[in-house]
């Protein structure tokens, strides 16, 4: 008599005294690029969404979702970044009169920004 899991066409091999089961996770489609904010985003699930991480994973599919945050996140960092620059004008100009004062400024804009990625795309 066939277990259902044959009946759907698994597989067994035996170890020793056992069968264990032939599992393996689906394979990812294409190659992806998991950045900073996609680990970010990927710790925040592991401790924070269990069931949707574990979801992902298991459907083959966590790679993909991570490629698109990954994305999503530096889209939005760039144009803050560049929105936030224009707004409070730290220009190129000021980067040749007064380049301290414009590190200065570009940090705390990037932190700004980094901040709104984290609440927007990273941390929901």
């Given amino acids: ?3 259902i899991f044959e009946n759907n066409g698994g597989t067994y091999t035996q170890v020793g005294a056992y069968l264990l089961p032939n599992l393996s996770l689906p394979v990812e489609e294409k190659e992806t690029n998991i950045g900073v904010w996609a680990m970010r985003h990927k710790r925040y699930l592991k ?3 269990k069931v949707h991480y574990y979801n992902l994973l298991t459907s083959g599919k966590l790679d993909s979702y991570l ?3 990954e994305e999503q996140a530096q889209n939005l960092f760039s144009r803050l970044v560049k929105d936030i620059a224009e ?3 730290v220009t190129e100009k000021l980067k040749s009169d007064n380049p301290m004062l414009w590190v200065q400024k570009m940090n705390n804009i990037r932190n700004r920004a980094t901040e709104i990625v984290n609440e ?3 941390y929901n």
């Fill in 67 to 69: 490629a698109d945050i």
């Fill in 120 to 122: 927007q795309v990273i």
């Fill in 1 to 3: 008599m066939k277990t």
């Fill in 47 to 49: 401790q924070n969404r």
């Fill in 87 to 89: 707004k409070e004008n």
